[in-house]
T-cell receptor, first 113, second 108 residues
Framework: GAGVSQSPSNKVTEKGKDVELRCDPI?????LYWYRQSLGQGLEFLIY????????KSGLPSDRFSAERTGGSVSTLTIQRTQQEDSAVYLC???????????FGSGTQLSVL | DAKTTQPPSMDCAEGRAANLPCNHS???????VYWYRQIHSQGPQYIIH???NNETNEMASLIITEDRKSSTLILPHATLRDTAVYYC?????????FGQGTTLQVKP
């Protein structure tokens, strides 16, 4: 596709369950970012992948959060043992590389009951 | 941590120019100034970026002071669809950190 694709668009889960969120970046983009945005709040950086370099995981809020990027393309954000405070919109973005503008997906709305 | 300071909110009359200020007094020589905006319920959208010189594109103009410690984003003829949160970010490489931004309300 032409843009960053995220799936699912909405996810409702029960507290304690694991969830996986997927991001398909724009083809050829070497950089990929995950952010989350709680209701009425700003964007919180989670993790950043650049090419084959080790990812910058400094924004992950706890060890329940992890992310992978396979083959330099698709990325999966996994949240284990979800908590109610994990409820937010999770946004993925990609760019051609450093100094390049980010293109954002439409996000995944996660609701933990 | 965000390295920029923006007013939390601003109003602008439809059809008038919207001038959004940003302070970045600790910017270093190789950091760019980027502007993004987020319209309600959507992912952020890139607007413009610059290093030293003023920049203009189809969406906006970016004016950077000579000492680079502040900048202004100008929307020349604001429309109701420009109502959004506008983020000013200084950035080199690595993670892009968003601050709280300025909520611009364009009024008829």
């Amino acid at each position: 596709g032409a843009g960053v694709s995220q799936s699912p668009s909405n996810k409702v889960t029960e507290k304690g369950k694991d969830v996986e969120l997927r991001c398909d970046p724009i083809s050829g983009h070497t950089a990929l970012y995950w952010y989350r945005q709680s209701l009425g709040q700003g964007l919180e950086f989670l993790i950043y992948f650049q090419g084959n370099s080790a990812p910058d995981k400094s924004g992950l809020p706890s060890d329940r959060f992890s992310a992978e990027r396979t083959g330099g393309s698709v990325s999966t954000l996994t949240i284990q043992r979800t908590q109610q405070e994990d409820s937010a919109v999770y946004l993925c973005a990609s760019s051609l590389g450093s100094f390049e503008k980010l293109f954002f997906g439409s996000g995944t709305q996660l609701s933990v009951l | 941590d965000a390295k920029t300071t923006q007013p939390p909110s601003m109003d602008c009359a439809e059809g008038r120019a919207a001038n959004l200020p940003c302070n970045h007094s600790t910017i270093s020589g190789n950091e760019y100034v980027y502007w993004y905006r987020q319209i309600h319920s959507q992912g952020p959208q890139y607007i413009i970026h610059g290093l030293k010189n003023n920049e203009t594109n189809e969406m906006a103009s970016l004016i950077i002071t000579e000492d680079r410690k502040s900048s202004t984003l100008i929307l020349p003829h604001a429309t109701l669809r420009d109502t959004a949160v506008y983020y000013c970010i200084v950035y080199n490489t690595g993670k892009l950190i968003f601050g709280q931004g300025t909520t611009l309300q364009v009024k008829p």
